[in-house]
């Protein structure tokens, strides 16, 4: 199996992380989440304006690490910034891995019930799409233009999966 860095996009709600945890279970890569980084470094007693920061340094850092020792890595943090998805493809590109890129999509209703219905991991964690940068108006974020993958999660979980799975060539 070819190594890889898979970069999940999408806004809250729409799926990334439940697909990132299946395609990592399917391909046996390591899925790296942002929330769960961000939860850490919370309960440390990192300042809320420095989570977000911090929680890239640390999965771009260790998406090196493994990617060094031959583990393929999910990367499950919003690619909504042009330069974070330019990242991935550099450190895949240092680590000869091949780069790929899926959007997940749901319909806001959707998203919100999700929200609802999961405990927040950090006290920045989203608990509804309000507010949620949807136009791409904050600077440096940009719609994908990179070659990606787009995935209604709305469809069968099953279909999805194997959609993502046959993108990423498995």
């Known amino acids: 199996m070819s190594l890889f860095l898979l970069q999940m996009a999408g806004l809250t709600g729409s799926g990334k992380t ?17 929330d769960v980084i961000m939860g850490a470094a919370e309960r440390f007693g990192v300042a809320p304006r420095d989570l977000g920061g911090l929680a890239y340094d640390v999965g771009w850092d260790v ?13 499950d943090y919003p690619a909504s910034f042009k330069r974070i998805r330019e990242q991935g493809a550099c450190i895949a590109g240092e680590a000869g891995a091949a780069h790929f890129i899926i959007e997940c999509w749901a319909p806001e209703n959707v998203a919100n019930e999700r929200i609802r219905d999961r405990t927040p991991a950090h ?11 949807n136009t791409f108006a904050r600077p440096g974020t940009a719609p994908l233009s990179e070659p990606h993958l787009r995935l ?15 993108y990423i060539g498995r």
């Not at 399917?26 to 942002?34: E, F, N, P, Q, R």
């Not at 998406?63 to 990367?75: G, I, K, P, T």
């Not at 209604?152 to 046959?166: I, N, V």
Request: charged share 25%.
């Open 18 to 34: 439940t697909l990132s945890r299946a395609i990592g279970a399917s391909t046996g890569a390591a899925v790296l989440d942002k």
């Open 63 to 75: 998406a090196r690490s493994m990617l060094a020792n031959q583990m393929s890595v999910v990367f």
């Open 123 to 133: 006290s920045l964690h989203p608990t509804t799409r309000d507010g949620q940068d």
């Open 152 to 166: 209604d999660t709305t469809r069968p979980f099953d279909d999805c999966l194997r959609k993502a799975l046959e």
